[in-house]
């Protein structure tokens, strides 16, 4: 199997705004902070399957502006080889971010940009690419159909293939077949399922829905509470760990997927042992600021698990 990663999907510069409450329609107050870093669901797997020690590539779409050049540096120091284009006609994409100060809870609006016109060309131009992939991963910040293709091309190349569906949507007919993995949050797996995600016996159903809907396992992410696993043959509660004080959750699921996808790669790995990996990276990043810049290394994630046992 081919260690490479190939993940699809979009880079915004996050716009990071933490106050002691959303503000309410019409009302204006005053914020205790604000940041601006890289993030984008795709780009934030790509550093954090990068730093986990994955040969990442990255497939996506630029501007020209001072937020593609931030693309650009943050892929270079994590170690993640871009195949994007730039473009003159559009610009890079961008995100509000609310972060509650009290919990680190956050709520996100998305613009993608010009990464919101990667369409099914795009995707075959770099065919040669995602068909040598020995994992292939995509969310949906890009449009469906482009998702769809690259899923096509990397099943059909032999990848293992990851999809993350987020943010929420309804997925075409036969999408969920091409996944060899479904990631989904609590809120993702209802949406897909109509099943109430609480605790892990709904997460458990949930999990059994989306594998007669077609993925090959379900990994539904639920927080605080770690990830319930169910393929064909288990179903296991993998439970999170604590890596110290939670600053902030904005990007924990991208660190879980790209964890998880690094551990994949690897080869050998059994897929729980991958989930605890992936549940290793995303808590080490909740005790860190940001979302990119939060990804841990491969250092740190395996001495986590190594004190956990």
Known sequence: ??????????????TAYRADRAPRMGETILGNSFALGPGGKGSNQAVAA????GDVHFLSKLGRDPFADMALATWE?????????????GYTGAAYIFVEEATGNNAIIICPGVGGTIAPADIDAQA???GTAGVFVTQLEQPMDAA????ELARAGGAVTILNPAPAADLPDG???LCDYVTPNETEA???????VTGIDSATRAATALRKSGAG?????LGENGVLFQDGERSVHVPAFNAGLVVETTGAGDAFNGGFAAALARGGADPVEAVRYGCATAAISVTRPGTAPSMPSRAEIESLLAKEG
């Open 1 to 14: 199997m081919s260690e490479k990663i190939v993940i699809l999907g979009v880079f915004v510069a996050d």
């Open 190 to 196: 209802e949406e897909l399922t109509g099943i109430t």
């Open 148 to 151: 769809m293709r690259a899923l």
């Open 128 to 130: 040669d690419l995602i």
């Open 217 to 221: 396992a379900a990994l539904i992410t």
């Open 50 to 53: 990068a730093m986990a020690g």
């Open 175 to 177: 999408m969920l077949g």
């Open 77 to 89: 120091k994590a170690g993640v080889t871009p195949a994007v284009s730039q473009h003159d006609d």
